[in-house]
Nanobody, 122 residues
Framework: QVQLVESGGGSVQAGGSLRLSCVRS????????MSWYRQAPGKEREFVSG???????TFADSVKDRFTLFQNNSANTLYLQMNSLKPEDTAMYYC????????????????WGQGTQVTVSS
């Protein structure tokens, strides 16, 4: 059963924009810290951006001032808005649960989605 589903990836020219979505299942009153990671072929998975239960977001130096996180909690969805994209941003992007505060039927910590591919051409 799919619990985290990423979408919104695709191919775009440098300087363009994409909006990635991460849709959570089982989300009723669950509260999470969540994040986006990315991984390019031959590279280790790296942190991109994260958001905590207070709505405070952090960003890797490589994407700060270009990427933005926002949520629609009623739709159980976390978004990553990516602007001014660079070829170096090309990677598979993954959504994950960093921390869960309620338990029960909520998604567990360290649960990963299957990823969505982002390709930026120069």
């Amino acid at each position: 059963q799919v619990q985290l589903v990423e979408s919104g990836g695709g191919s775009v020219q440098a300087g363009g924009s994409l909006r990635l979505s991460c849709v959570r299942s089982r989300d009723t009153t669950c509260r999470y810290d969540m994040s986006w990671y990315r991984q390019a072929p031959g590279k280790e998975r790296e942190f991109v951006s994260g958001i905590d239960v207070f709505g405070s977001a952090t960003f890797a130096d490589s994407v700060k001032d270009r990427f933005t996180l926002f949520q629609n909690n009623s739709a159980n969805t976390l978004y990553l808005q990516m602007n001014s994209l660079k070829p170096e941003d090309t990677a598979m992007y993954y959504c994950k649960i960093d921390k869960e505060y309620t338990g029960g039927w909520c998604l567990p910590k360290d649960y990963w989605g299957q990823g969505t591919q982002v390709t930026v051409s120069s």
